[in-house]
């Protein structure tokens, strides 16, 4: 049996709401992981774009929104380093981008430095084995739980914790790795 379209596929008033509702916390998930407010506006469109193209993925039962919406960040984010790995000799720093006025730029750079202590933090996870890291990030920086994070990733729930712990044993002397988070 073919699943049913979710609203925001098809509806304009109900993709406009669900945009409104997790706009703030997808901008400031990107801004935790890039530095560029031009970089990080894009980023933002080219979610709520794949939102559109893969809103038939999202199933409720498994997860709020919210992990969804991360689990496609992380995925754009990611197919966005690789296109720029491959043109980095050909792009031009400016092109292709579209002109950000004072006052985007000036709230996005706000927001990117409130999120500079996370990217701190990021960058102290860096050198664990790529599914602890996402685990630990979806988690502690962006405060999923571990059944949120899973889903996000595309892994069982089981295969999360495990990687939470390992993440967690190895990063222990660092104080934003334990800090109010649930084991």
Do not use: C
């Not at 794949?50 to 960040?73: F, Q």
């Not at 999923?144 to 222990?172: C, P």
């Amino acid at each position: 049996m073919r699943r049913k379209q979710p609203k925001i596929a098809t509806d304009p008033v109900a993709f406009e709401a669900f945009y409104r509702r997790h706009v703030d916390a997808v901008t400031s998930f990107l801004a935790r992981r890039v530095d560029d407010p031009h970089d990080v506006a894009d980023l933002v469109a080219e979610v709520f774009m794949a939102v559109l193209d893969s809103a038939h993925t999202y199933r409720p039962e498994l997860g709020s929104e919210i992990a969804w919406l991360y689990g496609v960040a992380r995925k754009t984010i990611s197919a966005e380093r690789r296109r720029r790995y491959k043109q980095y000799q050909l792009a031009d720093r400016e092109g292709g981008r579209r002109p950000l006025d004072s006052d985007d730029v000036a709230r996005l750079v706000e927001r990117i430095d409130a999120e500079r202590e996370a990217r701190q933090a990021i960058e102290a996870m860096s050198e664990l084995p790529e599914g602890e890291r996402a685990v630990l990030e979806l988690v502690v920086m962006d405060q999923l739980t571990v059944t949120e994070a899973a889903l996000a990733l595309g892994i069982r729930q089981s295969a999360a914790k495990v990687r939470l712990h390992r993440a967690r044993r190895t990063l222990r002397n660092l104080p934003f790795v334990m800090n109010g988070v649930p084991g």
